[in-house]
Structures are given as C-alpha cells and as structure tokens.
C-alpha cells in the first residue's frame, strides 16, 4: 500500500510538472477564429416546430451576416440521444475574430434594413410567438480551435 501512495505521488509530481511547461504560442496555438455555441433544451416532440422558426429567423440572421463578413458559417446540430438531459440542440456561429462582436452602427443598421426586407416584421413577431413554450436556453459559450505544433 505504500509503495501505491508513493508511485501515485510521484506520477502527480511529473504530471503537476509536464502540465507547467506546456505553453500557448509554444505547444499550441488557438485559432483566430472564434465559434459561438448557443445549447438549448426543446421539448423533443417540438423539435420540427422549432426548426421551421429557425430557418426563416435564424438562418436568416446567418445568410445576412455571411453577406457582410461578420460571420464565416453557421450549423444547428440536434441531438440523436433520447436521453439527454440538458440541452438537445445547439446552435453555431463561426466568427472570423473575436473582433466580429465589436459594435459597429453602420453594419447593425444594414443587417435590420436586410432582415426586415426579408421578412416582415409582424410575420417575425409570429415566427417566435410561443418559443418559450418550446425550449429554454442551457447556456451559451465561446470557443477558439486548439491546434497542437
């Protein structure tokens, strides 16, 4: 038994050690690119409900947002998992930079004048009336690529 403690200390010692000298810029690097994941959680026999809203709002948003550079590409994945727990779709946004979440008037003002072209404002309103009754949002976080030198 002591000689398990003191093997386990020791591989402690040189992970404790080999996690000190890995370093970004040196070992890796992260991305420039930065991807926005929104988790949220729809009741599973509504799932077809909430994707039609998605693709005349959502989907939109991305289109224009390519359009103008802002976005590099966007995915919604559904889970095939009966079980899950927490959320059981996810939206993705792939921004270029951290710097696309910048303010900027002239772009914002260009991306509603393209989204209310595209769908009138009151048809919006009714694409998302009852969205609460179909899911809640789990979370959402940002993500930069790891890539190993």
Do not use: H
Not at 19 to 31: G, L, N
Not at 71 to 94: G, P
């Amino acid at each position: 038994m002591k000689r398990l403690a003191i093997a386990a200390s020791a591989a402690a010692l040189v992970l404790a050690f080999n996690a000190q000298a890995f370093e970004i810029y040196t070992d890796y690097t992260a991305s420039k690119e930065v991807w926005n994941v929104t988790m949220v959680k729809v009741k599973p026999n509504r799932i077809d409900d909430y994707l039609q809203g998605l693709e005349q709002t959502w989907q939109s948003g991305c289109d224009i947002g390519k359009k103008q550079g802002t976005v590099l590409d966007c995915y919604i994945y559904v889970s095939e998992t009966a079980a899950n727990r927490d959320f059981n779709l996810m939206l993705v946004m792939k921004f270029p930079s951290g710097a696309s979440a910048d303010p900027n008037e002239a772009q914002f003002k260009e991306f509603q004048k393209q989204m209310r072209a595209k769908l009138a404002e009151d048809a919006q309103d009714k694409l998302v009336e009852g969205y609460e009754e179909l899911r809640s949002f789990y979370g959402e976080q940002n993500f930069r690529r790891i890539e190993f030198k």
